[in-house]
């Protein structure tokens, strides 16, 4: 059974989610979606687990379902999701975030560890100097022109509808391992997950480089609930060993998805589904 609505914040933004499964059932997940300044995509995972536990999922204000124009901090990113849970009442979830929600799913626990049963973070939040390395990566799987014509159409003032698929196209593709159904999957997310918020995505960007997550990890460690664990893929750009490096900083354990990109679940079905469902399920009896 799927549910959805709209929660009122208390700065008047409305946020638009969605329920799959019974909502009456305690301990929920909540997934948080990357980004930052797409919408919510993250429905074809929800299924994985809703026989498990019920799955909450939400445009983030900015995106999709839930406008917003004003100003976007990552402070009000973290009131937003503790709002969402008290009208939901739901007094602690289950956390899995991807990308960009891998940082928000952080964040929040710093900020309401009571609140959270269990978090799962995929493909993030990396720390270090992770950037050199994905940039070199990301060059190394396009060719000139593929360069080229991205870096053009990043300079343009503004672009057309054409324009902005194939902009993200050109930016996604590499974030997958098998360049033969990468392409495809990047021209796919770049229909789907539009329109993009570049000015939330410019905000957010630059408050988490002023204030990288890398200087909280004690404080985070300290306030990580028992069940916590990391998921990658070993062929994301991004890489893995940033996530090494995390998991050995929070004394967490990493699992490592082999043939598996940024979003490992199109690639390594199998293997994702059987550590959510392993991961929910355990959290579930663990703390019920």
């Known amino acids: ?18 329920a799959l499964r019974d909502t009456a059932r305690q301990l929920p997940v909540v997934m948080l979606h990357g980004g930052p300044g797409l919408p919510d995509y993250l429905g074809d995972i929800a299924p994985i687990v809703a026989d498990l536990a019920p799955v909450y999922r939400y445009d983030q204000r900015g995106t999709g ?14 009131t937003d999701l503790a709002e969402l849970l008290d009208a939901w009442d739901v007094p602690r979830a289950v956390l899995i975030g991807h ?8 964040r929040f626990c710093m900020a309401h560890p009571d609140r959270v049963a ?60 098998r360049s033969e159904h990468g392409w495809r999957w990047a021209a796919q997310g770049a229909q789907r997950r539009r329109p993009i918020n570049w000015a939330m995505n410019d905000e957010l960007g630059r408050e988490g480089r002023a204030d990288p997550l890398d200087e909280h990890l004690a404080e985070l460690h300290a306030r990580l609930p028992v ?28 699992t490592r998805i082999k043939g598996a990109g940024h979003e490992p679940w199109l690639e390594q079905p199998n293997a994702v589904r059987t550590h959510l469902r392993r991961f929910v399920q355990g959290t579930v009896d663990t703390v019920l």
């Open 1 to 18: 059974m799927q549910t959805q609505g709209f929660v009122l914040m208390s700065d008047e933004a409305q946020l638009h989610w969605v």
């Open 65 to 78: 379902r839930s406008p917003w124009d004003g100003h976007h901090s990552l402070a009000r990113h973290i």
């Open 99 to 106: 990308s960009y929600g891998t940082d928000l799913a952080s």
């Open 118 to 177: 269990g978090i799962l973070l995929m493909c993030g939040p990396f720390v270090g100097d992770w950037r050199t390395a994905y940039q070199a990566e990301r060059e190394h799987r396009m060719s000139a022109a593929q360069q080229d014509r991205l870096r053009l159409l990043r300079e343009l003032a503004s672009r057309t509808e054409e324009q902005e698929v194939e902009l993200l196209t050109l930016a996604w593709f590499t974030d997958h391992a």
């Open 227 to 254: 069940r916590a664990e990391i998921l990658g893929g070993v062929d994301d750009p991004r890489p893995i060993s940033a996530l090494e490096s995390l998991a050995f900083r929070l004394d967490l354990p990493l």
